[in-house]
């Protein structure tokens, strides 16, 4: 038992510091806590993302919170509107880190409305 | 027991209970109580009447409505999207002309629907034919078995989308009947920018509706109705 134990913490402590010195360190724009806490939305953000598409794109069902453009809406930089624009960006910082590839902006807009419509008017 | 023990011991407990606060997260996965907007109903059968005798020749206000709403270029190139297009249509016996907006008719038996091989071409609860963008592969089938050539492929990469309608390159496109702003309550742009009032919007089901009222009481007609698709798009004046 004392065995089993000594062996996870010295296997649990070096990779916990090794990536907490590694970590990312993001642009989260407004960033806050809206749907859920940061822990819970790191580790299933993406399974809210496809179930919430498949309610809303399917059936109708808008939910305004958890819909796509209400995460690009907080989480845009404040500096520059988005979400993938630089290195540190809210999405790319992560998903370059952890080697992920999203292909969500190929059609989703990656940056703020008002950012958008703007330029719209310029 | 030694104090070495003790301290160990008090160490591992402190430890399996944070390993238990990290696991916990995951398991609520869905369990929340959410306040949804309320999903399509098959109730509501979504519909549209063009009055072609208030629809004027050389008017693109619904055309360029659309396009601005949708965020499309407007160009009508061969690989360009249109979403609806202005036809003139002429009796050569005689010179009579005719215009009307032609797009998608979002009929209740899709042909685009039927041979989709990804079911990402769909009919919603209320009549609204749509493409699932995040299972289209981009195949065309669609744009093949539709009898009004009214979807479009998007052949370059964009940016700048409006954040309510996303497109993207290798994907079909067509009139979404602007789903966004139904959903939200509005009708479609080009209905809302047609200044003679030829597009009326409505529930072709409710029995208070204009269109339904209009649809009973005035002579319209489906375009290619021998395919029994039954549009939900109709025409009056043709």
């Known amino acids: ?122 | 027991m030694s104090d070495i023990d003790t301290q160990r011991r008090q160490f591992l407990k402190t430890s399996a209970g944070a390993a238990a606060i990290a696991i916990a997260p995951g398991m609520m996965l869905y369990q929340t109580v959410r306040a949804d907007t309320a999903a399509a109903s098959s109730k509501v059968r979504w519909g549209m009447l063009i009055d072609t005798a208030q629809c004027k020749e050389g008017c693109n206000d619904c055309v360029t409505a659309c396009n601005k709403e949708n965020g499309l270029s407007g160009k009508t190139g061969a690989t360009d999207s249109q979403w609806i297009r202005k036809i003139e249509i002429k009796d050569i016996s005689n010179g009579h002309t005719v215009s009307l907006p032609m797009m998608c008719q979002h009929c209740e038996h899709p042909p685009c629907v039927d041979v989709c091989p990804t079911q990402a071409s769909f009919k919603r609860a209320d009549g609204i034919v749509l493409v699932d963008r995040h299972l289209c592969i981009g195949c065309r089938y669609c744009m093949m078995a539709c009898p009004y050539k009214a979807r479009s492929f998007v052949h370059e990469t964009l940016t700048d989308q409006n954040p309510d309608v996303p497109r993207g390159k290798g994907t079909v496109e067509s009139c979404s009947l602007c789903v966004h702003r139904i959903d939200k309550g509005q009708i479609p742009a080009c209905a809302e920018a047609c200044q003679n009032k030829a597009i009326l919007f409505g529930d072709l089901n409710d029995a208070n509706s204009e269109i339904y009222k209009k649809v009973r009481s005035a002579a319209t007609v489906q375009i290619r109705a021998d395919l029994q698709l039954n549009p939900g798009v109709r025409y009056q004046g043709l």
Not at chain 1, 22 to 39: H, S, Y
Not at chain 1, 75 to 94: K, L, M, P, Y
Request: proline share 2%; net charge positive; with cysteine.
């Open chain 1, 1 to 122: 038992m004392r065995l089993l134990g000594s062996l996870l913490l010295c296997l649990c402590i070096p990779a916990a510091l090794a990536a907490e010195a590694n970590a990312p360190k993001l642009d989260v724009g407004k960033g806050g806590e809206c749907v859920k806490d940061t822990q819970w939305m790191r580790k299933n953000h993406m399974h809210m993302l496809k179930h919430q598409r498949n309610e809303t794109v399917r059936k109708g069902v808008r939910v305004e919170a958890e819909a796509f453009k209400a995460c690009v809406e907080c989480h845009a930089s404040t500096s520059d509107n988005s979400v993938t624009a630089r290195e540190d960006s809210f999405c790319v910082g992560c998903h370059r880190y952890a080697a992920v590839k999203i292909d969500c902006f190929e059609c989703h807009a990656s940056k703020r409305k008002e950012a958008l419509a703007k330029k719209e008017t310029k």
